[in-house]
């Protein structure tokens, strides 16, 4: 090793993280990764609800709404390979690629605003171009790691990860449209948090590649903090890598956040979501965040107010909102408890 890349290394190893105070939206009006209307209209309702204001709240922070990306016009076409809509799909995906690396190139956080889950495959490709030693963690209560053989429903939403990581290429198979997005991030970068509802090759899969998977049983056990802590610290033991959070909504229990397409009981309470956003937060190191899955359309309205409001929830908190208002810090000093 020459001595330039030992002083770049060492440098690197010094790198204090701190959290970065400029953030970029970007909306994705897109539902053609599964089959129910309603998703597309998300970023829309998330900034009537207040999304940019209430972000704006947060101290210190810039932020700047980038608009939706462009999605593609053109009539659905028909299900190639097992995978519905896959041109549409990946037209969408390849613009958002394109969004996100320019956000993040400026110097931003970039919040992604689905849309459903297969927009992923662009924003997490967007982020590797910019960079490639980024980790991943994706909450969720399924892991979306399907490839177009072991999926039932033929939705990309439940395929994003399959087609992200390298080490899975091998199992899918030419895909044309695909072109522009070479896998190369690393399945050995990627934690999972938040999952009860997997399929079994997908547990295949979580158990051949050794993904660190925190599901809901093992968040009972350990607690959020813990959990996403023992993620961050597989992925990146030293604490030096960007790191991107995939948040669907469903990760979220389906009592906190009715209004989304495949909602399971039993999930993450919205406490617990905040937690973790909170606990990545703290790192310094987040710098992307997908919020997928929330579907207006589904549900009644107080069902509609609930989710959007748990999304904002989630932002605010991996952004830096504090939770405790004006409310002093340290506990209380209250009276000694008696014993009997
Ligand atoms: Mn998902």
Known sequence: MNGLKVLVRRMSQTKKWEPLARVGILGV??????????????????????????????????????????????????RVDNMEHLEQVSA???????????????????????????????????????????ILIWVDAHADINTNETSDSGSVHGMPVALL??????YWPYLPTMDWQVPRFSIKNLGYIGLRSVDSYERLAIEKYNIPTFA?????????????????????????????????IDSLDAL???STGTPVRGGLTLREGINMMETIYAT?????????????????????????????????????????????????????????
């Open 92 to 134: 969408c995906a390849q613009a958002l690629s394109v969004r996100v690396a320019e956000v993040l190139r400026d110097d931003r956080v970039v919040i992604t605003i689905g849309g459903d889950h297969s927009i992923g495959v662009g924003s997490v490709d967007g982020h590797y171009k910019v960079n490639e030693d980024m």
């Open 29 to 78: 009006p897109f539902e053609k990764g599964q089959k129910k209307y309603g998703v597309s209209v998300a970023p829309a309702a998330l900034r009537c609800a207040g999304l940019v204001e209430q972000l704006r709240q947060i101290e210190g922070l810039d932020v700047k709404d980038f608009g939706d990306v462009d999605t593609p016009k053109s009539p659905p076409s028909a």
């Open 216 to 248: 809901m049983e093992d968040v009972d056990t350990h607690g959020i903090k813990s959990s996403v802590q023992h993620v961050l610290q597989q992925l990146d033991p030293r604490g030096e890598k960007p790191i991107h959070v995939s948040f669907d």
């Open 284 to 340: 310094g190191r987040l710098r992307a965040v997908d919020l997928v899955e929330i579907n207006p359309a589904i549900g009644t309205d107080t069902d509609r107010r609930h989710t959007i409001d748990a999304g904002l929830s989630i932002l605010k908190a991996a952004l830096g909102a504090p939770r405790r208002g004006t409310a002093p810090k340290g506990v209380l000093d209250l009276p000694k408890p008696t014993t009997a």
């Open 165 to 170: 990581c390298r080490e899975l290429s091998d």
């Open 256 to 258: 906190e956040a009715p």
